[in-house]
């Protein structure tokens, strides 16, 4: 049954990259919120080698194309504080305007993907995993706690969604954080390997919509 959720979730993402390609082709490609185009493409890969595992069968290759996950994740998911501090920009908060913030931005980014690297990809250590249908090729040990980087990321999300909630009603934003990390902090009510890429796709959808919803209002200003 997990195969089928992975399938679905994967057709969902190349939905959702199409839509962005779309605002980004109308509403520019210079645009610091474009980094979603990235994310998303790592997601469609993602979910697209679990659905594909058991297909590939066990092996050199199957365990190779699931250490490249754990590299994208490392690589693209900490843009996604990038991404928080452009809609923030993009209501025209003053701070976010200044240099030397934009610069703490790059800067925390490129260091959340050092940290990412250096304590979870370098020891990377990998054993094949059966799980309800799904093949894939996961680490040795789990340990069970939540990554920095991770933390950092929602934290970001989290208090930018919050700004563009009250500067721009809409609450969609923090919505899609808000599921995302409860989802994360409480037991599963469902027993499925596909829970977390759920709550991952519920988030990516939230965040699509608030590029999408910003663009718009950002075109209508400058029509008039």
């Given at each position: 049954?997990?195969?089928?959720?992975?399938?679905?979730?994967?057709?969902?993402?190349?939905?959702?990259?199409?839509?962005?390609?779309?605002?980004?082709?109308?509403?520019?490609?210079?645009?610091?919120?474009?980094?979603?185009?990235?994310?998303?493409?790592?997601?469609?890969?993602?979910?697209?080698?679990?659905?594909?595992?058991?297909?590939?069968?066990?092996?050199?290759?199957?365990?190779?194309?699931?250490?490249?996950?754990?590299?994208?994740?490392?690589?693209?998911?900490?843009?996604?504080?990038?991404?928080?501090?452009?809609?923030?920009?993009?209501?025209?908060?003053?701070?976010?305007?200044?240099?030397?913030?934009?610069?703490?931005?790059?800067?925390?980014?490129?260091?959340?993907?050092i940290v990412?690297?250096?304590?979870?990809?370098?020891?990377?250590?990998?054993?094949?995993?059966?799980?309800?249908?799904?093949?894939?090729?996961?680490?040795?040990?789990?340990?069970?706690e939540m990554?920095?980087?991770?933390?950092?990321?929602?934290?970001?999300?989290?208090?930018?969604?919050?700004?563009?909630?009250?500067?721009?009603?809409?609450?969609?934003?923090?919505?899609?954080?808000?599921?995302?990390?409860?989802?994360?902090?409480?037991?599963?009510?469902?027993?499925?390997?596909a829970y977390?890429?759920?709550?991952?796709?519920?988030?990516?959808?939230?965040?699509?919509?608030?590029?999408?919803?910003?663009?718009?209002?950002?075109?209508?200003?400058?029509?008039?």
């Amino acid at each position: 049954m997990d195969t089928i959720f992975f399938f679905l979730m994967t057709i969902f993402y190349l939905c959702l990259l199409l839509f962005s390609l779309g605002l980004a082709y109308r509403h520019g490609w210079l645009v610091t919120s474009n980094v979603l185009l990235l994310v998303i493409l790592a997601l469609v890969y993602d979910n697209g080698i679990q659905a594909f595992g058991k297909y590939i069968g066990e092996g050199d290759l199957l365990e190779t194309l699931n250490e490249m996950r754990y590299w994208l994740h490392a690589f693209i998911t900490p843009l996604l504080v990038l991404f928080a501090w452009d809609t923030v920009e993009r209501v025209g908060v003053l701070w976010a305007k200044k240099p030397g913030y934009q610069l703490a931005i790059v800067f925390l980014t490129m260091a959340l993907i050092i940290v990412e690297l250096m304590t979870e990809v370098w020891v990377l250590s990998l054993e094949p995993n059966w799980h309800m249908g799904v093949l894939t090729y996961d680490r040795v040990q789990e340990s069970g706690e939540m990554p920095v980087m991770i933390m950092v990321v929602t934290v970001s999300l989290l208090i930018a969604s919050i700004i563009v909630g009250r500067l721009q009603t809409w609450f969609w934003y923090f919505i899609g954080v808000f599921i995302m990390t409860i989802g994360m902090l409480v037991d599963r009510p469902v027993e499925t390997g596909a829970y977390e890429n759920f709550l991952e796709l519920i988030l990516m959808t939230s965040l699509v919509a608030t590029k999408a919803f910003q663009d718009y209002h950002l075109s209508q200003k400058e029509n008039h």
